[in-house]
């Protein structure tokens, strides 16, 4: 939802903060995935995850800094190495986003990530499936999905 602003009131504008969670630790010398930047939006009451392409040796070495978010954009595509139980027992989404290519290589996301996915209660997008998915986050901190596209 875009609003307007008088310049006199820009100051008074609520801003998203964003909060770069990204371990300034080599989590794996082999697998550049676990450098992947890990960012935290926070916005009025809704907080958004977006892993990047980290897997469960960064969520692990991330546990109890972050707490519940309202949405999660699933790390490295949704594969079998990423989005532990754990994880989503701390963050707690509502809702998902799998970023990832139809008919991919690679089999993402994986049954495996869908199945933790379900367990929790997380309702899932996949952009394999939807298209482009933007969301909007009002300036009250409401989030509300704005447009899926289809792709051909």
Not at 51 to 66: F, I, S, Y
Request: glycine fraction near 10%.
């Amino acid at each position: 939802m875009a609003r307007c602003y008088p310049a006199s009131a820009a100051a008074q504008r609520p801003a998203p903060r964003p909060n770069s969670l990204r371990p300034s630790w080599a989590v794996s010398q082999t697998d550049i995935n676990e450098e992947s930047v890990v960012l935290l939006v926070s916005f009025g009451g809704t907080r958004l995850l977006l892993a990047g392409d980290a897997g469960m040796p960064t969520e692990a070495r991330l546990a109890g800094q972050v707490g519940p978010v309202t949405l999660l954009k699933v790390g490295h595509h949704g594969s079998r190495g990423a989005t532990s139980d754990r994880w989503l027992d701390e963050l707690h989404p509502a809702e998902a986003v799998i970023s990832v290519g139809a008919k991919n290589r690679y089999g993402h996301p994986a049954p495996e990530t869908l199945a933790r996915l379900r367990r929790h209660g997380v309702t899932v997008l996949r952009t394999d499936e939807q298209g482009t998915i933007t969301f909007t986050v009002s300036s009250h901190g409401t989030l509300a999905i704005t447009d899926v596209r289809h792709h051909d």
